[in-house]
């Protein structure tokens, strides 16, 4: 059921580009992403629900593949504040279970 | 609008001890979580209330764990005994239904010595 990420950690310099991958064995109704700084709580980034959907703000974009098996966060251009730890959720559409995935620790140095 | 409250946010105690942790969600939310974190590992589920009705606690470790949720307002979390592997951070996050991200609070570490 715990979606599996990867990489599992990458380090970037300040500018370079990052993609996060989640995968699951079934298909999922939805995926979330979060991000989670250090001591802090995990912060809500987007949710996709739609097989073959995209969307994203600013520099930060994911993707649900068509078999809805599959989501992509895309880092680019990163920043110093994009450290932290990257986790993908998925939920049932009676918002009754939600799992979290694996996480990616993403680094971003000078 | 205030966000999730965890209290309190750090709790040493020693080991065999109860401790009692509390999660205030949003105002209006039916649905409540717990998770915890291990070791800086990934996020686990525990439980999942819908307003004070349990609705999945596939994931609470032991009877050593229990979680009410009084009148479906704030919901409490009690370790008891309290054991060396119980240690972790401990988060609360709350949802307005299944088509919304979930907004969670700064979690309550605890460390059990």
């Known amino acids: 059921q715990q979606p599996v990420q990867s990489p599992q950690a990458v380090i970037l310099r300040e500018g370079e580009d990052a993609v996060i991958n989640c995968s699951s064995s079934?298909?999922?109704?939805?995926v979330h992403w979060y991000r989670q700084k250090h001591g802090e709580a995990p912060v809500f980034l987007m949710i996709?629900?739609?097989?073959?959907e995209q969307k994203g703000h600013d520099k930060i974009s994911a993707s649900f593949n068509e078999k809805k098996q599959q989501s992509s966060l895309y880092l680019t251009a990163s920043q110093l504040s994009y450290s932290g730890t990257y986790f993908c959720g998925t939920g049932n559409w009676a918002g009754n279970q939600f799992y979290f995935g694996t996480g990616t620790s993403l680094t971003v140095i000078p | 609008e205030a966000g999730v409250t965890q209290f309190p946010s750090h709790s040493v105690i020693e080991k065999g001890q109860t401790v009692t942790l509390r999660c205030d969600p949003i105002?209006?939310?039916?649905?409540l979580y717990w998770y915890r974190r291990v070791m800086g590992k990934e996020i686990k589920f525990l439980l999942h209330f819908v307003k004070e009705s349990k609705q999945d606690e596939s994931g609470m470790p032991n009877n050593r764990f229990l979680a009410e949720r009084t009148g479906g307002t704030y919901s409490t979390l009690k370790v008891q005994p309290a054991e060396l592997e119980d240690s972790g951070v401990y988060f609360c996050?709350?949802?307005?239904?299944?088509?919304?991200?979930?907004?969670f609070g700064s979690g309550t570490r605890l460390t059990v010595v």
């Open positions: 079934k298909a999922l109704y939805s």
């Open positions: 996709l629900l739609k097989g073959g």
């Open positions: 996050a709350s949802t307005d239904g299944n088509l919304y991200g979930y907004t």
């Open positions: 105002s209006g939310h039916d649905n």
